[in-house]
C-alpha cells in the first residue's frame, strides 16, 4: 500500500487564459507507488493541472517538485526527460506502424559501432526481444510485436500506450482518460494493466470521467473544483455521491466525514 | 527480415500484377514489344523519371505532395548545362551549382510547408511556377547543346547480355536500394513514416517533426538534381522545356507503387516498379503508334485509376 513518501507535487500553481483563470492557486501530490485520480467538472481546471504538470502547459506562478527537485518544465519533451511519461487521450501511437516501432518511437534503439551509430542504424531484433519482454512483464496478451498497431482493437492500442509510458517512465506515469471511448471488457483490460504498472512501483495519476473506474482503482482521489484542489478522498471511506457531491459542490469538503479524508 | 515479408500488405503485390498485366497487354499489340533490346530502352527512358518519383515519394509518405519537381529538375539541368557549356565551368562544379539550386528550391518548399504552415499542394503549385519561369528568363527558353563528354557519362551503356544497359540506369537502382534500407533500417528513415503517419504522436514522442519534413524537401531536391543530370545525360541537350512529363508521371509512380497519398505507408521499392509501369505504358503506346497527346491522356486516367484502386483496397482492408 501507498507510503507518505512525496513524490510528485505542486504549490499554488495558477494559469490564466486572457481573463479566465483556469487554475487559481492549485495544490496538488502524489505519493510513493500510489495510483491518485484527479476528478473535476467541466472547466475546475482539472485539464489545466494536468498539461502544467506533463509540461504542455507552462504555469503562470507556483511550482512543480519533483523527488525533492524544482522542476521547470517547457515542454512535454521536458518532463518526459525528467521521467514523467504521459498517455494522452487521443491514443497517442502511429496506427500504421508495428507494436515494437510504437513502443520504441523516438527513442530507438541503435547498434553499437561507429557506423551503427553514425547512421542510426535500427537494432530491430533488441527492440523485438524487448517489446515482447515488456509487454510479458504486464501481460499484455498480444502475441506478435510486428504487427501494425492499428490492427488491434481499442483497448489493445491503449494497453501499447500504458506500456509504453511505463516502460520508460521513471518517476510518474500520466494517463488522460486511458479508459474514455473504450467497451466494458476493453475498459477492465485497461484498468488491469495500469493496476500492473502501480504494482511495479510506479505512481499512477489517472485522469477519468468514469466513477466507477475511478473508484475500482484509485488509492486517493484528487476532486479539483473552481481552479483549486478541494479535497483529497479515500476511496474506501466515501462513497461515490459524496465525491460527485465535493465536485459539483452540492456538499463543501467540511461536511465530508473526516476520516474520509486523505 | 522473414517477419517483414509476412507482414507485407497484400497490396504490395498490386504493382507487379499491374506492371504483368500491361506488359502482357502490349505484347499482343507489339511483335517488338517483348525484346530484351526494348526492355533496355524502357528501363533509360524511366530513369528520369524514376529518380524524380524517389523524392517525390519521400514527401508523399510525409502526406505532402510535390508538384514542382520536374520544373525543378528542369531549372538544376539548365544550370548544369548553361554554367558548363556557356561560362566554361568545370562539370564537376556546375553540377555542384545544379545540386545546390534543386535542393534550395527543396528547401524553400519545405520552409513553406514548416514554417508558413502552408499545404504542401499550393506551396508546390507556387514554386512549380516560379521554377518554369526561372528556367524560361535564365535561358531565354532557348536550349544549350553541345554538352561535355563528362555531363553524359551517365547515358553510356554497356552490353549485358543482349541488353543494353546504361550507365544512370544502374545509378537509379542504386539509389532505390540506398532509400529503401535508409527508410527501412534506421531512425531517421522510420521517423519520415512516423511523421506522414501519424504527426501529432510522432511530435508527443520527441521527434523533431519540423526538421524530419524540412529534411524530406531538401533530399527531395537532391534526387531532382541527379534527375536533371540523368536527363542531361540521356538526351544529350539542356531543354528549358524538359520535366514537364516527368512532373505528374513521378506521382503516377508513386501512386501505382502502392504508396498511400495520406502518408506514412509504402514501400520505396514499389515506386520504381511505378515508374517502369509508366515507361511501359509510354513505350507500348509508342510501339502501337498512339500519338503523344493521347498517351498523356492515359497516363491522366492511369493516375485517377490508380488512386481509386488504392482507395478502395484501403477500406475494404479495414
Not at chain 2, 505528374?248 to 514499389?270: C, K, M, N, P, Y
Request: glycine fraction near 10%; include cysteine.
Amino acid at each position: 500500500m501507498a507510503t507518505e513518501q512525496i513524490v510528485f507535487e505542486a504549490k499554488g500553481l495558477v494559469k490564466r487564459y486572457g481573463g479566465v483563470t483556469a487554475i487559481d492557486g492549485a495544490d496538488f501530490s502524489l505519493r510513493a507507488g500510489e495510483i491518485l485520480a484527479v476528478i473535476g467538472d467541466n472547466g475546475a481546471g482539472k485539464s489545466t493541472l494536468i498539461k502544467a504538470l506533463s509540461g504542455a502547459v507552462v504555469p503562470d506562478e507556483g511550482e512543480i517538485i519533483l523527488d525533492g527537485k524544482k522542476m521547470h518544465f517547457r515542454s512535454p519533451v521536458d518532463a518526459r526527460k525528467a521521467g514523467i511519461e504521459t498517455v494522452y487521450q487521443d491514443l497517442a501511437v502511429a496506427p500504421a506502424m508495428t507494436i515494437a516501432e510504437n513502443l520504441f518511437l523516438g527513442r530507438e534503439l541503435t547498434k553499437g559501432g561507429a557506423i551503427g551509430r553514425m547512421l542510426k542504424l535500427l537494432d530491430k531484433k533488441e527492440m523485438l526481444v524487448q517489446a515482447t519482454q515488456r509487454m510479458a512483464d504486464l501481460k499484455v496478451g498480444i502475441r506478435s510485436m510486428t504487427q501494425a498497431v492499428e490492427t488491434l482493437s481499442g483497448g489493445q492500442r491503449q494497453c501499447v500506450a500504458v506500456a509504453r509510458a511505463a516502460a520508460f517512465a521513471q518517476h510518474v506515469v500520466i494517463m488522460d482518460e486511458p479508459t474514455a471511448a473504450l467497451g466494458v471488457k476493453e475498459g477492465n483490460m485497461v484498468l488491469e494493466l495500469i493496476r500492473r504498472v502501480r504494482d511495479r512501483g510506479l505512481p499512477v495519476i489517472l485522469i477519468s470521467h468514469n466513477m466507477p473506474h475511478v473508484f475500482e482503482i484509485a488509492d486517493r482521489i484528487h476532486i479539483q473544483r473552481l481552479g483549486k484542489r478541494a479535497a483529497v478522498v479515500n476511496p474506501k471511506k466515501i462513497t461515490m455521491s459524496d465525491a460527485v457531491a465535493v465536485m459539483t459542490g452540492a456538499k463543501l469538503p467540511e461536511e465530508i466525514a473526516p476520516d474520509a479524508l486523505a | 527480415m522473414k517477419s517483414e515479408i509476412k507482414n507485407l500488405p497484400w497490396t504490395a503485390l498490386g504493382p507487379w500484377i499491374a506492371l504483368l498485366a500491361a506488359c502482357s497487354f502490349f505484347a499482343t499489340q507489339s511483335d517488338r514489344f517483348l525484346s530484351a533490346e526494348n526492355f533496355s530502352l524502357i528501363l533509360q527512358q524511366v530513369m528520369v523519371v524514376g529518380v524524380i518519383a524517389l523524392g517525390q515519394t519521400l514527401i508523399i509518405l510525409t502526406a505532402g505532395i510535390d508538384l514542382s519537381c520536374g520544373f525543378v529538375m528542369a531549372l538544376g539541368s539548365m544550370v548544369i548545362a548553361k554554367l558548363a557549356v556557356e561560362q566554361g565551368w568545370h562539370p564537376a562544379f556546375a553540377v555542384g551549382m545544379g545540386l545546390l539550386v534543386t535542393c534550395g528550391f527543396g528547401l524553400l518548399n519545405g520552409l513553406l510547408v514548416t514554417k508558413a504552415k502552408l499545404p504542401s499542394f499550393i506551396v508546390t503549385l507556387g514554386t512549380m511556377n516560379i521554377a518554369f519561369a526561372v528556367t524560361q528568363l535564365y535561358t531565354s527558353s532557348a536550349s544549350v547543346t553541345e554538352l561535355p563528354e563528362w555531363l553524359t557519362a551517365l547515358g553510356k551503356t554497356f552490353e549485358f547480355g543482349s541488353a543494353q544497359v546504361s550507365v544512370g540506369t544502374c545509378l537509379m537502382v542504386l539509389l532505390y536500394v540506398l532509400a529503401w534500407r535508409y527508410l527501412s533500417d534506421t531512425a531517421p528513415g522510420r521517423h519520415i513514416y512516423a511523421v506522414g503517419n501519424h504527426p501529432e504522436a510522432s511530435r508527443l514522442s520527441g521527434i523533431p517533426v519540423e526538421r524530419v519534413l524540412l529534411g524530406v524537401y531538401v533530399l527531395a531536391g537532391f534526387f531532382y538534381g541527379i534527375a536533371a543530370l540523368l536527363s542531361l545525360a540521356r538526351t544529350g541537350v539542356g531543354d528549358p522545356q524538359a520535366g514537364q512529363t516527368e512532373n505528374l508521371d513521378s506521382i503516377t509512380a508513386v501512386v501505382l507503387g502502392g504508396t498511400s497519398l495520406f502518408g506514412g505507408r509504402g514501400i520505396i521499392l514499389g515506386t520504381l516498379i511505378g515508374a517502369i509501369i509508366v515507361g511501359v505504358f509510354r513505350n507500348g503506346l509508342t510501339l502501337m503508334g498512339v500519338p503523344s497527346v493521347v498517351q498523356t491522356l492515359i497516363t491522366g486516367v492511369l493516375v485517377i485509376l490508380a488512386v481509386a484502386v488504392d482507395q478502395l483496397s484501403r477500406k475494404g482492408a479495414r
